[in-house]
C-alpha cells in the first residue's frame, strides 16, 4: 500500500457486495472538482470549452470531508468553493538562438497544470497551509500549448461533487477485483512433467522442490494465477492441474487519483456503504409497521 494504490483481501462476503463496495468507490465518494471556467482572454488554438473541459478533468488535491455541497441557491462561500486562476502568455526569452527547442525558445510555450494558481478566500488560507496547500495533484499535466504572442487569462471555481454526477469527481483510476484462484496440484508431479509445467505458466506459479534429488512441481504463487489456463491447455494436463476460484475470497484492488489515500477512500466508502444499509433499513421497517400492510 502507498499514497496511490492498495491491494487487500476481503474474505466471507458474496459478489454484490464486493462489487457494492466498487461502485460506491467510483461514484459516490466526493471529491472537488473545476465547475465553471470564466474566460477573460483565450487567442490560444484550442476552443474556450474544450479547454473548460480539460481544466474540470485536473484532479485538485483538496480535502472534501472539510468541504460542503453547493447549496441550491448557488452561495458561494469558503466552506463550499474553490478558485483558481491561469494566466499565462508566450513570449520569446531574451537570450535565444533559433536552433533552440520551443521550450528554451519561448516562455510558455506550453501550460501545464503548475500554472494554475489558488486564490484563497475567508478561512481557507489558515486551513490549508504547507504540505496541506490546495494545489493541482499533478503539476506536469499538459493543458495547452502557446505560440509567441498567445495567451490564457481565466478563473476557475471548484465544486464539491461526486462522480455519479460526472467522471472528473470520481477520486479512483480504477477499483477492481477478481476472486483468489486455488491451484491444486493433484497427486505428484516429477521429472519432466514437473519441468514442463514450470515452463507452461508465464505467471510463475509454480516452482520446482528437490527432493533428494527428485524433482518435485508445487505451487508457490496461487495469487499470480491469472486463469490462463496455459498449464491444462494441452490434452490430459487437465486431470494432473486443477484450477478453481474461491467464490467469497476477493483481492481488491484501489487506485487513487491521488487526491485522498486509497486507505481513506476505502474507510469513506464503507461509511456510505452503510450509510445506504441504514436507508433500506429504515425503510423496510416502515413497511413493516402493523396497518400498512
Not at 469558503?78 to 478558485?83: A, F, I, S
Not at 460526472?166 to 519432466?192: C, M, N, Q, W
Not at 505467471?203 to 505451487?219: H, P, Q, S, T, W
Request: proline fraction near 5%; charged fraction near 30%; hydrophobic fraction near 40%.
Amino acid at each position: 500500500m502507498n499514497d496511490e494504490e492498495m491491494i487487500f483481501d476481503l474474505i466471507g462476503v458474496d459478489a454484490p457486495i464486493a462489487n457494492a463496495l466498487r461502485r460506491v468507490l467510483i461514484s459516490e465518494v466526493p471529491t472537488l472538482a473545476i465547475e465553471n471556467v470564466y474566460i477573460i482572454e483565450n487567442s490560444s488554438i484550442i476552443q474556450d470549452e474544450v479547454l473548460a473541459h480539460r481544466l474540470g478533468l485536473i484532479p485538485i488535491k483538496a480535502d472534501p470531508r472539510w468541504f460542503e455541497y453547493l447549496p441550491a441557491d448557488g452561495e458561494l462561500t469558503d466552506k463550499n468553493t474553490l478558485e483558481f486562476t491561469l494566466k499565462v502568455k508566450c513570449e520569446k526569452k531574451k537570450d535565444y538562438k533559433e536552433s533552440y527547442p520551443d521550450h528554451l525558445k519561448y516562455e510558455h510555450s506550453k501550460v501545464y497544470s503548475g500554472d494554475m494558481v489558488w486564490v484563497p478566500h475567508g478561512v481557507q488560507a489558515d486551513e490549508f497551509v504547507g504540505e496541506n496547500a490546495i494545489k493541482p495533484v499533478h503539476d506536469d499535466i499538459l493543458i495547452a500549448k502557446l505560440r509567441p504572442g498567445q495567451e490564457i487569462d481565466l478563473s476557475a471555481r471548484c465544486c464539491k461533487g461526486i462522480g455519479k454526477d460526472h467522471a472528473k469527481f470520481s477520486p479512483v483510476a480504477t477499483a477492481t477485483y477478481r476472486l483468489l484462484p486455488e491451484v491444486t496440484i493433484i497427486g505428484d508431479l516429477t521429472g519432466d512433467k514437473a519441468d514442463a509445467l514450470v515452463k507452461k505458466c508465464p505467471m510463475n506459479v509454480f516452482d520446482i522442490e528437490d527432493l533428494g534429488g527428485k524433482k518435485k512441481a508445487k505451487v508457490v504463487n496461487p495469487r499470480n494465477c491469472s486463469m490462463c489456463r496455459e498449464c491444462i491447455r494441452e490434452v490430459g494436463w487437465d486431470k494432473l492441474v486443477k484450477l478453481r476460484r474461491k467464490k467469497d475470497h476477493f483481492i481488491f484492488h484501489i487506485e487513487s487519483t491521488q487526491i485522498l489515500p486509497p486507505k481513506i477512500l476505502f474507510e469513506e466508502a464503507v461509511k456510505k456503504l452503510l450509510e445506504k444499509i441504514e436507508t433500506l433499513r429504515v425503510e423496510l421497517q416502515k413497511l413493516a409497521t402493523p396497518g400498512d400492510e
